[in-house]
T-cell receptor, first 114, second 114 residues
């Protein structure tokens, strides 16, 4: 069965600093998609970034970037120049054609301090 | 373009009752997925509907059911409510079914069972 593990329940970062959230997953698939979603206190899930497994280049979206290590089954998210609005729960998610459903990690709470 | 809407946003029900939640996808989106989010179990996939047909189903008892209408709006129903059904229920829509299509989440319905 596919599993997604986020080992950091909470991460704290100062404004303007950088924080890295870790995510590992277990799969026997060769083609799949990985995502990072942000869930602020409003509970609205917002897509932060997505990575297609067959693409070797790491995805980036403004201040958000990933380090995708396919062989190690690792998919970490780096938030640069952290802002107060980045404070939220961040979920790593996996989906593959054969599975067809999102598998989410337990989430990492990001706290941003002024 | 309007986002995914879910109604009602909050609901309080008594154990043993049944409840129906509604999800209106983004205009043009034909796939709707439902998720349950609880502090203990995290985010779990319930089911996905595409063109009025259930495409995928998660590991939930038969008390959880859903349907999709010809206009792609979807409802999920939970019968014989249990205390453990208290959760945030999220729906997500995408243009079509398949892992390459980005899912857009609604704000969720907070269900409390007393």
């Amino acid at each position: 069965a596919q599993t997604v593990t986020q080992s950091q329940p909470e991460m704290s970062v100062q404004e303007a600093e950088t924080v890295t959230l870790s995510c590992t997953y277990d799969t026997s698939e060769s083609d799949y998609y990985l995502f990072w979603y942000k869930q602020p206190p409003s509970r609205q899930m917002i897509l932060v970034i997505r990575q297609e497994a067959y693409k070797q280049q790491n995805a980036t979206e403004n201040r958000f970037s990933v380090n995708f290590q396919k062989a190690a089954k690792s998919f970490s998210l780096k938030i640069s120049d952290s802002q107060l609005g980045d404070a939220a729960m961040y979920f790593c998610a996996y989906i593959a054609d054969s599975w067809g459903k999102f598998q989410f990690g337990a989430g990492t709470q990001v706290v941003v301090t002024p | 373009k309007a986002g995914v809407t879910q109604t009602p946003r909050y609901l309080i029900k008594t154990r043993g009752q049944q409840v129906t939640l509604s999800c209106s996808p983004i205009s043009g989106h034909r796939s709707v997925s439902w998720y349950q989010q609880t502090p203990g179990q995290g985010l779990q996939f319930l089911f996905e509907y595409f063109s009025e047909t259930q495409r995928n189903k998660g590991n939930f008892p038969g008390r959880f059911s859903g349907r999709q209408f010809s206009n792609s709006r979807s409802e999920m129903n939970v019968s014989t409510l249990e205390l453990g059904d208290s959760a945030l229920y999220l729906c997500a829509s995408s243009l079509s079914t398949g892992v390459s299509y980005e899912q857009y989440f609604g704000p969720g319905t907070r269900l409390t069972v007393t």
